[in-house]
């Protein structure tokens, strides 16, 4: 559809953000599983994840979850590419700070780096547990898949501790400024609840990328 | 006072162009900016050089002409101000300034720091009016009009179409400069008749002319002249939505 | 030849119904093959443009700016008169053009300026609908407030923006008719001289600004919309591209120039502060009604305007108005001020302004409540001089701001060339020697909206029948030629000096000798120096870059080469008038007590000059006033 594609491009994206920032809370949610005593945290969280695969309406969801990140990325491209072309010569000096954060002038940075680490991430687990690449995952006491050694080995190396920890600051930044948009982009215009929306972005943002940045120390130093 | 300019000379829209540096040694704190450039351009008369094409006409922030990039920003190191509003004295002596034109694919450039935006005016054509025709309008206070709403649309009417908000942003979208014309005639009950045509018209013809898409960085508000609030956009979402639904 | 107003029959009320019973109508089909020319797009032109379309006509619209939507009519702050009487004060249409006429010093035509006040109601109707947002009640009716010395609460107004509102509802009625096809638009075009065929105005030669070349257009009309001339002063509250070029050429191919000296001087617009400045920005009257003006008591005070005691200032408006003081009407106030200045009580850096001052009112009212009226104004004060006008007091100035005269028009807005208008600011119709605050918004569109599209087809009723004339007609390629030639002429003098240079040396002399007080010697010395300035800088002046460009000093070089041309005649329209009304005061010509002595029997006439190779030839249009007689206006 020629009209209105900005509109349209930008609201598939909004909307799937939106979608990938309650997704969020439920994944954020889980990994506090981890930081519990290793002897709870186990079951927990190994019995957590079968009833997830198993579930229809989860694996629903996890295709929404699929879809979601690959229209926000596919239009966030599209989107980019044509932005690019809407100004196409830069200027020689260009003090854009002074009128904008460097996160909203930089999305698409941001966004590249969650999307590396999305890719390590699922090559740290979904390719394990889903497709059974590599080496084969164990079980635990009560016979589910010990998805939480999987987790607990990882973030017991430090270069993944670090890599997960230091990908929680584009993600935190990526979400306050996504968050905010997002809103706007779908046509809610009221004044005071915007400044509502911006408080709550920015509160959600800190605990999202904290929350994800701290769970692998804690793992580790457990 | 002393000012070294880097301004950007372009002669043509097929050729290319380049800052070229010119060194002005007696300004005063007074003078606006583009009074500098005026005093500039008579030096360059006098050494026999084509003068700087540089665009300005009210000089007192309303008629929208004057807009260049000075100093890494639209209009200057200001927030909220025209070119012309911009004077000497935020500068220091010796400071270097550097000046170029509007920078965006459907602005470009005619000559030096001139850039063709009739794409606002076919924006503007495509649906940013009541179609009534002269002489048919009732008594004017037949229709009462809320004092709020009144002053709503007149926040957003303010805008001098002087397109900032395309320079400063980053994909040069034109989502501000035409929320604010949509806003203005669809809130009010005399607009409301075409409002779902209008708005679907004008976001039409803006995608048709090039610019890019908002994505809310918020620098368009910040350099707007007339502080048009960049939640017009979202009012504008709003109403494609509506439109797209009842429309 | 004798000028005809061509004024109706009938009581003034009838007049304007009168006339168009009367005048011929054209049937839409023989519309479509007709075409106008309007050039200028500001409130007069926009309207015109937009509603001769509506009509049926065929319209080509040209501007000398990027966009319609910059021309003048844009910086109008204040506001628009209508008579609608919402206020429930006593106004009516008789009232208002009572106001208007004698605000105009009793200079203007009473059939005229009755059909301004009754046509202002229907305006502001119109520009409702047009979306205008005007200042609401919170009941959702409209609010008006009181502007410029009259008794009655008659101005609607858009906040501070008035003028933008009204231009940008035009400019949106011609947008809306460029995309029926009705209207082609011509931005960055601009009128180099008019073709007249047969007597008759027949097209125009137009520049494309960008690419420098030249272009014929032909039409069955031409209209001029082209605003005011005040920039021969340079320094004004116009824009910089504000020219009298479009007026000038069609005065020199026969249009006649009425009272071409009648220019109101505003009295509240920031002082110059430097040689190099190139605009006087106006402030809001309405700041008179709070601030208090004085200068010091004594000459060349340097200390500190707040540094020096209310003793020892002079508060020259209160001490000769009492009953008015402040807000003495804007003539008097500009006066006041130069005589206080050329007296050397003048402050500021160059000693060339007044202090309008806010301490009592501040004292009194309180600083939030000042901030609350006056804010914005504030803010802009700020923003222009650097100064925080709470602390200290205001510097403000007299500057070149509006022009009565224009070319001269009958009641049907035709200059005296057939099929040539003049609407707006540029024709001179409905001010005499002095504008009332807020009445130019209100002529421009009344001129383009309700008079113009009512009247051309008096004109072109019998034209369509003429034979019609394309661009290959030998008038327009020896117009052509001659523009050609006259801009080949500047290029290849290669002089010395640029051309500010002599705007600068011009504006001088003007603001000297012809703005707010004039006098027999100043006048025919004036007269002789813009002379010399005109053979210097036919002489020296130097144009770089080419004519087939984008070249905006050529631009300049060709409205000033006008302009110069423009104040010759200026100066001896002033000269020849030797009496004083309204803006225009002789210094010869005053009371005991220094007030404009007006000489009705001698000088009760619209002067328009009429150019013949150079020389001007004085016609008098006699006022007669059947319905008001004139009275002394009185302030004290």
């Known amino acids: 559809m020629a009209i209105n594609q900005h509109f349209f491009r930008k609201t598939i994206i909004a909307g799937s953000g939106l979608f990938l920032c309650v997704f969020l809370v439920v994944h954020l949610s889980a990994n506090l599983i981890l930081v519990l005593p290793a002897a709870i945290a186990r079951g927990l969280y190994n019995s957590y994840s079968t009833v997830l695969r198993e579930s229809l309406f989860i694996q629903i969801i996890a295709y929404l979850l699929y879809a979601s990140i690959l229209l926000h990325v596919i239009y966030a491209l599209l989107i980019t590419l044509k932005n690019r072309k809407a100004k196409p010569q830069k200027y020689a000096l260009n003090h854009y700070k002074q009128n904008s954060t460097w996160t909203s002038q930089n999305m698409g940075f941001l966004g590249t780096m969650i999307l590396l680490f999305i890719v390590v991430h699922l090559a740290n687990f979904w390719a394990r547990i889903k497709l059974g690449l590599g080496a084969p995952v164990g079980l635990d006491a009560a016979g589910y898949q010990d998805v939480y050694e999987i987790t607990n080995s990882l973030f017991h190396n430090i270069y993944f501790v670090c890599f997960y920890t230091l990908m929680a600051i584009p993600l935190g930044f990526h979400l306050h400024h996504g968050f905010k948009s997002a809103f706007k982009t779908l046509g809610f215009y009221h004044k005071k609840g915007l400044r509502i929306i911006a408080n709550v972005a920015l509160w959600y943002a800190l605990i999202i990328g904290i929350g994800f940045g701290i769970i692998p120390f804690i793992v580790y130093f457990k | 006072m002393k000012i070294i300019f880097k301004i950007w000379r372009q002669d043509s829209p097929a050729e290319e162009g380049m800052l070229k540096t010119y060194e002005v040694d007696d300004l005063t704190e007074d003078m606006s900016i583009l009074e500098a450039l005026d005093h500039l351009n008579e030096l360059l008369v006098l050494r026999d050089e084509k003068v700087i094409a540089f665009e300005y006409d009210c000089r007192e922030g309303i008629c929208g002409q004057c807009g260049i990039f000075i100093n890494g920003r639209a209009h200057g190191p200001h927030d909220q101000i025209t070119t012309c509003q911009l004077h000497l004295r935020s500068f220091n002596d010796g400071d270097t300034v550097v000046i170029e034109p509007w920078r965006a694919a459907s602005f470009p450039v005619l000559k030096d720091l001139i850039v063709d935006r009739s794409a606002f005016d076919r924006i503007i054509e495509s649906g940013a009016y009541i179609s009534s025709k002269t002489g048919s309008a009732p008594e004017a206070n037949a229709i009462l009009i809320a004092k709020e709403v009144s002053d709503t649309a007149m926040d957003a009417a303010a805008c001098i179409g002087c397109g900032a908000c395309v320079a400063t942003c980053k994909n040069s979208s034109a989502a501000l400069f035409t929320s604010a014309k949509i806003n203005h005639l669809n809130s009010l009950p005399q607009g409301e008749s075409e409002a779902h045509k209008r708005v679907i018209e004008m976001t039409s013809q803006m995608e048709a002319e090039g610019f890019g898409s908002c994505t809310f960085t918020g620098a368009c508000e910040v350099e707007c002249p007339e502080s048009i609030s960049i939640v017009n956009i979202a009012e504008m979402n709003a109403r494609i939505i509506k439109a797209k639904i009842f429309g | 030849m004798k000028l005809d107003a061509k004024i109706p029959e009938g009581r003034l009320e009838d007049k304007w119904r009168n006339y168009q019973l009367k005048s011929q109508l054209i049937n839409p089909a023989n519309k479509k093959k007709l075409n106008i020319i309007v050039v200028g797009s500001g409130l007069a032109g926009a309207g015109a443009a937009a509603t001769l379309a509506e009509l049926g006509y065929d319209v080509k619209c040209f501007c000398y700016q990027d966009s319609a939507r910059r021309a003048h009519s844009v910086a109008a702050q204040g506001g628009i008169n209508a008579a609608k009487n919402y206020q429930h004060d006593g106004d009516s249409v008789y009232r208002m053009f009572h106001d208007t006429l004698k605000g105009g010093d009793f200079r203007s035509r009473e059939a005229n300026t009755y059909r301004l006040a009754e046509l202002s109601s229907p305006l502001i109707d119109h520009f409702v609908q047009q979306g205008v947002p005007f200042a609401r009640e919170y009941g959702g009716t409209l609010v008006n407030r009181s502007f410029g010395g009259v008794q009655v609460q008659r101005t609607f107004y858009a906040r501070g923006q008035t003028g933008q509102q009204l231009l940008l509802a035009a400019y949106s009625q011609l947008y809306k008719m460029v995309k029926a096809k009705k209207v082609v638009m011509y931005p960055r075009s601009e009128m180099l001289d008019l ?73 509240t617009a920031l002082p110059q502060s430097s040689e190099a400045q190139s605009k006087l920005t106006l402030m809001s009257e309405s700041l008179r009604n709070d601030g208090r003006i004085w200068v010091p008591q004594q000459q060349d ?79 802009m004060y700020h923003k222009i001089t650097g100064i925080d006008a709470y602390q200290q007091p205001m510097m403000i100035s007299p500057a070149a701001h509006f022009s009565m005269g224009g070319l001269w028009v009958d009641y049907e807005l035709m200059t005296t060339i057939p099929g040539l208008y003049a609407i707006g600011e540029c024709n001179f119709s409905d001010h005499g020697a002095n504008r009332l605050g807020a009445n130019s918004l209100l002529q421009a569109s009344i001129d383009g909206y309700f008079i113009l599209p009512n009247t051309i087809n008096n004109y072109l009723a019998t034209e369509s029948k003429a034979p019609s004339y394309t661009c290959d007609h030998p008038e327009f390629e020896q117009t052509e030629r001659e523009v050609q030639s006259h801009i080949k002429k500047i290029l290849a003098i290669n002089g010395s000096r640029t051309v500010d240079h002599f705007h600068r040396a011009l504006g001088k002399i003007m603001w000297q000798e012809c703005a707010m007080s004039r006098n027999k010697t100043g006048l025919e010395k004036a007269i002789e120096e813009i002379k010399d300035i005109k053979t210097a800088f036919w002489n020296d002046v130097k144009v770089t870059g080419a004519s087939n460009e984008l070249n905006t000093e050529l631009e300049k070089a060709l409205r000033l080469a006008d302009f110069i041309e423009l104040a010759q005649l200026m100066c001896k329209d002033a000269l020849d008038r030797e009496e004083s009304c309204g803006a225009h005061f002789r210094e010869e010509f005053q009371t005991h007590d220094g007030e404009a002595l007006r000489k009705d029997d001698e000088y009760g006439y619209v002067s328009a000059w009429e150019y013949n190779d150079g020389h001007f030839k004085l016609h008098k249009e006699a006022l007669e006033f059947e319905f008001v007689q004139p009275t002394v206006r009185s302030y004290k």
């Open chain 3, 301 to 379: 005070d340097t200390r500190n305007a707040n540094a020096i005691p209310d003793a020892e200032r002079d508060y020259y408006l209160e001490r000769k108005y009492p009953s008015f003081g402040n807000l003495a009407p804007r003539d008097i106030a500009s006066r006041a001020a130069k005589e206080r200045i050329d007296a050397g009580f003048g402050v500021g850096k160059l000693k060339n302004a007044v202090y309008l001052d806010f301490q009592h009112a501040i004292k009194k009212f309180g600083l939030d409540s000042i901030k609350d009226r006056y804010g914005n104004l504030f803010d």
């Open chain 3, 195 to 267: 073709v007249v065929i047969n007597g008759k105005a027949k097209g125009i030669i137009v520049r494309d600004l960008v690419s420098g070349q030249l272009k014929r257009f032909a039409a069955d009309a031409v209209v001029l919309a082209t605003g005011g001339y005040s920039r021969v002063f340079r320094l004004s509250t116009l824009a910089i591209g504000c020219n009298g070029s479009a007026l000038w050429k069609a005065h020199k191919k026969g249009a006649f120039f009425a009272a071409p000296s009648f220019t109101q001087i505003h009295p």
